[in-house]
T-cell receptor
């Protein structure tokens, strides 16, 4: 089946620094990837839709200057949390779709960010 | 607009008992419906999906769900719970046009008692 991989799985950083999370589709090309944020014991909230070669579409309330998304190739999307603060600590999950997958998304393993 | 409601944020069952996790959806267009399972600190794994074919959908690990349009429901069931089923379960809806824009329910944490 389609595999989506995220890196790193865990990251701890100091407040004010920037952190980059990668999302790769390992065995398929993904024209569209999605980034979600999950707070403890809560559901997934869609942050943005990432389209290869174009600007990401952000959901209402998500700061696009804080959460930079780049989808430079058909197999890689990155999320950069800029000038991270403790309130940015969360579990970030990406997903991707294959063409003709009848609406099914494939999810990465998630990346837990802790900002000290 | 679409929405998903999962009744019961926590469900406890005894090992070997029936598992029933409830999901009701709202959609103005034909929906695709999904159930995902999430283990601690992991991503989501697809259990099963409804994409306008058979209304009774069988998934992995013995789970199944039935799409009931009249009740706008897509409840997840498993005849006999196993300890390894303890996890968080999410129901999700998207438009059948394949936009891939999922709306997730708030999740149900399943606890299996020995």
């Amino acid at each position: 089946g389609a595999v989506v991989s995220q890196h790193p799985s865990w990251v701890i950083c100091k407040s004010g620094t920037s952190v980059k999370i990668e999302c790769r589709s390992l065995d398929f090309q993904a024209t569209t990837m999605f980034w979600y944020r999950q707070f403890p014991k809560q559901s997934l909230m869609l942050m943005a839709t990432s389209n290869e070669g174009s600007k990401a579409t952000y959901e209402q309330g998500v700061e696009k200057d804080k959460f930079l998304i780049n989808h430079a190739s058909l197999t890689l999307s990155t999320l950069t949390v800029t000038s991270a603060h403790p309130e940015d600590s969360s579990f970030y999950i990406c997903s991707a779709a294959t063409s003709g997958s009848t609406g099914e998304l494939f999810f990465g393993e998630g990346s837990r960010l802790t900002v000290l | 607009a679409q929405s998903v409601t999962q009744l019961g944020s926590h469900v406890s069952v005894s090992e070997g008992a029936l598992v029933l996790l409830r999901c009701n959806y709202s959609s103005s267009v034909p929906p695709y419906l999904f159930w995902y399972v999430q283990y601690p600190n992991q991503g989501l794994q697809l259990l099963l999906k409804y994409t306008s074919a058979a209304t009774l959908v069988k998934g992995i690990n013995g789970f199944e769900a039935e799409f009931k349009k009249s009740e706008t429901s897509f409840h997840l069931t498993k005849p006999s719970a196993h300890m390894s089923d303890a996890a968080e379960y999410f129901c999700a809806v998207s438009e059948a046009s394949g936009t891939y824009k999922y709306i997730f329910g708030t999740g149900t944490r399943l606890k299996v008692l020995a």
